[in-house]
C-alpha cells in the first residue's frame, strides 16, 4: 500500500490545474482532480489553484462550495495550499477596476493593482522569505514565476492562538507585496511554483513532505 500524500487539487472551472496537477505528482503525491466535497475533505492536502479575475474565481468557488470545503479542512487543521489567484481569495476582497468583490476572509486584507510601471508583473523575481519557513527550506535565495497585476501589499493577521503568528514572504514589483503566507494548516503563494522549475518543485516537495 503507497504511504504518498493524496491531494485533491480542487476543480472548480478555473486555474492552471493540468500543471499543478503534473507538478505535484512529480514530487510523490497522489494527486486527484475533483470538485467532490467529500474527497477534498479526506485527502491530505488540498490544492487551490487560481488564474484571471479575483471576481471570477470566487464565484467558481461558490458554485462548488470551495468556501465550505476550504473553511472546514482549516477549522480540523487540515493543510491547505493557495496557488495565484488561489491565494488572494484568502483575503477579505478583492478590488478589480473599482469593484470590490468579498474573499474568503482567512486573512484580514484587500488584494488591489499593483503600483508598478509595468503591470502586469510577469516574470521570475526573487522573494524574501522569514527565517525559519519550512515551505522555502532550501531555496531560500532562488527565483520564482510570477504572472498577475493584483497582490496584497499589507498582511497584518488577527490574532488566533490556535496557530503560530504567518510567516509571511515579501517580493517586489513597484512596491512590496505578499509573495507566500505560511499560517498553521493554510499555506499560499502569488507565484506559480509549478511553473518555477526545480525551485517550485523544492516548495512544492517541502508541501507535500510536510502532509505525512
Not at 488572494?88 to 468579498?102: C, I, K, L, P, S
Not at 503591470?119 to 522569505?129: N, S
Not at 497584518?156 to 509573495?179: Q, S
Amino acid at each position: 500500500m503507497s504511504t504518498s500524500p493524496t491531494v485533491v487539487v480542487l476543480d472548480y472551472g478555473f486555474g492552471n490545474v493540468r500543471s499543478a496537477v503534473r507538478a505535484l505528482e512529480r514530487v510523490g503525491a497522489q494527486v486527484e482532480l475533483t470538485a467532490d466535497a467529500r474527497a477534498a475533505a479526506e485527502a491530505d492536502g488540498l490544492v487551490v489553484p487560481g488564474v484571471g479575475a479575483f471576481a471570477a474565481v470566487m464565484a467558481g468557488l461558490q458554485a462548488v462550495r470551495g468556501g465550505q470545503i476550504i473553511d472546514r479542512r482549516l477549522a480540523g487543521g487540515r493543510p491547505v495550499l493557495g496557488i495565484c489567484v488561489g491565494m488572494q481569495v484568502m483575503f477579505e476582497a478583492g478590488d478589480e477596476h473599482g469593484t470590490r468583490t468579498d474573499g474568503l476572509g482567512e486573512w484580514p486584507g484587500l488584494v488591489d493593482r499593483l503600483e508598478a510601471d509595468v503591470v502586469p508583473h510577469m516574470g521570475w523575481a526573487t522573494v524574501e522569505p522569514p527565517a525559519g519557513s519550512r515551505l522555502f527550506a532550501g531555496v531560500e535565495d532562488e527565483r520564482f514565476y510570477f504572472v498577475h497585476s493584483y497582490a496584497a501589499r499589507s498582511f497584518a493577521p488577527l490574532g488566533d492562538a490556535r496557530f503560530e503568528p504567518p510567516a509571511v514572504t515579501w517580493a517586489e514589483h513597484g512596491d512590496r507585496f505578499v509573495a507566500a503566507v505560511e499560517n498553521g494548516p493554510l499555506c499560499a503563494t502569488q507565484f506559480h511554483p509549478e511553473k518555477s522549475g526545480d525551485a517550485g518543485a523544492q516548495l512544492l516537495t517541502n508541501w507535500v513532505e510536510s502532509l505525512r
